[in-house]
């Protein structure tokens, strides 16, 4: 890129020429641009020989930093020295000179002590330019004190950031210190990663102040860093394009996909059956029209069979031939609106030369790809499945998974325990098909209401970043291989400290989309926002009631560590109740001989008192086959749960059945049923419920 105004293209010069690739941009030049861009940093000079005078303008105490190749931690290297005099110079330029290779000299003046920060930029492959905000200096590898943002940010992000430090109250004047200018780290921030800021100008790499040091007065940035990147970041889905994409700005219309008027299956055997016959078998116990695409057979496993796909009159083709041959299939695709490809083979396992050709394919025959190395679509609705044991009911939640199998285990337990789908769709490798793209245009779905979302490999995380963010339907993200380090030979603190994780927390953050870590909490949440999405609340916080001071102070611990509220109620909501037992959680007298309204009578006494956003009613099932033996005295007190919701539509009941392994068969079944035609929710622990109600159920909650 062209240096641009005030960047101080000395160190491009040959004397300067000997820094390496790691070493980026000398500091003084790097400070020449912050000083242009409004940032403020330390007077200083630059001393190339052993002439020190034009440091004579300094005020006192200086600092001395030396400059070169591979000089890029500079604390470390004993290429920096504080509090020296004019007179000081030369001797500690001298004793540096001779233990490092050094170009030059940068002299400052000493800053004022303060808050140490650090704030840096990184580009992610996945999501580009992020910012990264924390305690810095010295600390900073230490204690990772930090938070990340993708840019642009918001001022409002800036001030969240800040505020999650765990040493945020450095920042306030913490034991009797004085308190910092936060508007002016904020400006910061914002001057870095906000809309326009300088993340828009660098070709990143690596850029980092730190430290910054931030005082009453403001902020001053004393170090800067900026590793330009080696090469211009190309997004990966703009290599697979087809030329049946929709132009920027329009979606495809995806309901031949979840609801086509016929189906072919390409690679089904007369003699040897294989995974092409196994969804003829599905297709045909679901009922939708279907072809088979075969050589030379009139039929296979009982279905019509054409020998070529060009013969197809179908919306929908299922490939399920060997790699090598995928793309000669999808080039006879011509009029069938979607191809997907289940085969394995492409890019996952080292041949992304045969995905580029399949690709290729798919744009001569101008039909959108789904795949490849994916299971398919499951649409209760359409007739659309890739799992076995008959469909469930049409719902309202959808589903995006670059996993088959994990989708085919999502789709059994979840229907298992009341989840009701409207679209489930696999993706597998994501050459052309995005995650991001089907959630676009499932946000507008008008039957979705909730979508999940299982990702390893985003490809473009940037447009899934923005299809977050425009999406108004909850959204709840499980993210596969979150452990590994996201930048690779990081030479900044902030390289080093920018991992998946950490990214896909930021998105989440950003987004307002729900992350969890597993799949029963991806279940569960879902199941949350299909029972309670609709419901507005009232009140704020989590009301927790039921029966044992342990499990209670232990639901106090969960709900606590998924950062939920348990805010207390006035005292006297419970007078006349007859219940000695006051705070939240509440400990209620619910068992086989315990009266089952009166958890309903005491949600109400409360409610009436103090609005919650949730409630959480918990029985131990266990008691009531110990001390009892009839599962009626469980089930009149799911009646009564599901009455209390009945009669306050305003409020988000769920009941936690804890030891519910205790039931007999079928019994737990029972409880479910009677709670879901009350639009209630059934967890087993509490642990699966406080995590379900953090991510499903946020206004109000968090």
């Known amino acids: 890129m062209s240096a641009p105004a005030g960047f101080n293209e000395h160190a491009r010069s040959p004397e300067h020429a000997g820094a390496d690739e790691r070493s980026g941009l000398y500091e003084h030049d790097v400070k020449a641009l912050l000083r242009e861009a409004g940032v403020p940093v330390p007077r200083g000079v630059v001393v190339d020989g052993t002439d020190f005078s034009a440091a004579d303008a300094l005020t006192e105490p200086l600092v001395l930093k030396a400059f070169g190749p591979g000089l890029v931690h500079k604390s470390d290297a004993g290429a920096v020295v504080l509090g020296l005099r004019h007179a000081d110079l030369a001797t500690a330029a001298a004793e ?11 002299v400052e003046e000493q800053a004022e002590a303060g808050v140490e920060l650090i704030v840096g930029l990184v580009r992610d492959p996945g999501f580009g330019p992020v910012l990264l905000a924390g305690l810095g200096g010295v ?36 034991r009797g210190g004085p308190a910092v200018d936060v508007d002016a780290v904020v400006k910061l921030l914002m001057t870095v990663g906000g809309p326009g800021g300088l993340w828009e100008r660098l070709e990143l790499g690596e850029f980092e102040l730190n430290p ?49 008027r016929a189906v072919a299956v390409v690679g089904a055997s007369t003699t040897r059956p294989n995974f092409g016959n196994m969804f003829l078998g599905f297709y045909r116990a679901a009922g939708v029209p279907l072809v088979a695409v075969h050589p030379s057979a009139g039929e296979v496993s ?39 490809v289940m085969s394995g083979g492409f890019g996952e396992a080292g041949r992304p030369e045969l995905e580029a050709e399949l690709v290729e394919a798919a744009r001569a025959a101008g039909t959108r790809l789904l ?51 409207s679209r489930v769709v696999t993706v597998g490798n994501a050459a052309d098909v995005s995650p991001a793209e089907l959630l676009g245009w499932l946000s507008r779905d008008p039957e979705t209401r909730a979508v999940g979302l299982y ?15 425009a999406c108004e339907l909850p959204v709840v993200l499980l993210v596969g291989g979150r452990s590994g380090q996201g930048q690779e030979a990081a030479a900044s603190h902030t390289g080093g400290m920018v991992s998946d994780r950490r990214i896909w927390d930021a998105v989440a953050a950003q987004t307002g989309a729900a992350l969890v870590t597993s799949q029963d909490d991806l279940i569960g949440a879902l199941a949350y926002v299909q029972a309670h999405g609709a419901r507005v609340p009232e009140g704020e916080g989590v009301l927790v009631v039921g029966p044992s001071g342990g499990a209670s102070v232990l639901a106090a611990d969960a709900f606590d560590a998924a ?50 956003a949730d409630v959480v009613a918990h029985v131990n099932v266990q008691a009531f086959f110990t001390y009892g033996d009839a599962a009626e005295p469980l089930y009149a007190y799911a009646r009564a749960v599901a009455g209390a919701q009945a009669a306050r539509p305003g409020v988000r009941i769920t009941l936690v059945t804890r030891n519910g392994e205790c039931a007999p068969p079928g019994v737990e079944d029972e409880v479910r049923r009677i709670a879901a035609e009350a639009g209630i929710p059934v967890y087993r622990s509490m642990e699966a419920a406080a995590t379900a109600v953090a991510a499903g159920g946020r206004n109000g909650t968090a």
């Open 302 to 340: 009982g279905v019509p069979a054409v020998p070529a796909l060009a013969e197809a009159d179908v919306d929908y083709a299922l490939v399920a031939v060997p790699a090598e041959r995928c793309a000669e299939v999808v080039r006879e695709a011509g009029g069938v609106p979607f191809v997907q």
């Open 212 to 260: 910054v040091i931030a005082t009453p007065s403001g902020v001053t940035a004393v170090d800067a860093r900026y590793l330009p990147a080696s090469a211009p970041v190309q997004s990966r889905q703009a290599d697979f394009l087809p030329a049946s994409a929709p132009a920027p700005g329009r979606q495809a219309d995806f309901q031949p996909l979840f609801e086509p």
């Open 455 to 469: 990702l390893e490999d985003p490809r473009n995380g940037r447009e899934l970043y923005e299809a977050l963010r």
């Open 139 to 174: 600390w900073t590898e230490v204690l990772r004190d930090t938070a990340l943002r993708l840019c642009p940010i918001s001022e409002s992000d800036a001030r969240v950031m800040l505020g999650s430090l765990r040493g945020a109250a450095l920042l306030h004047g913490a």
């Open 96 to 106: 540096m000179r001779s233990r490092l290779r050094v170009a030059g000299f940068l």
């Open 563 to 612: 950062g939920l509220r348990l805010d207390p109620f006035p005292a006297q909501a419970l007078d006349g109740l007859g219940l000695a037992a006051s705070g939240n959680p509440l400990e209620v007298p619910v068992g086989p001989l315990g009266r089952a309204g009166l958890v309903p009578e005491v949600i109400e006494a409360i409610l009436r008192r103090r609005p919650y």
């Open 371 to 421: 795949g490849p190395n994916c299971m398919g679509v499951y649409c209760p609705r359409g007739r659309q499945t890739f799992v076995g044991g008959g469909m469930g009911p049409a719902g309202s939640v959808a589903l995006i998974s670059q996993s088959g199998g994990l989708a085919g285990e999502v789709i059994k337990v979840g229907e298992g325990r009341g989840l009701a789908f």
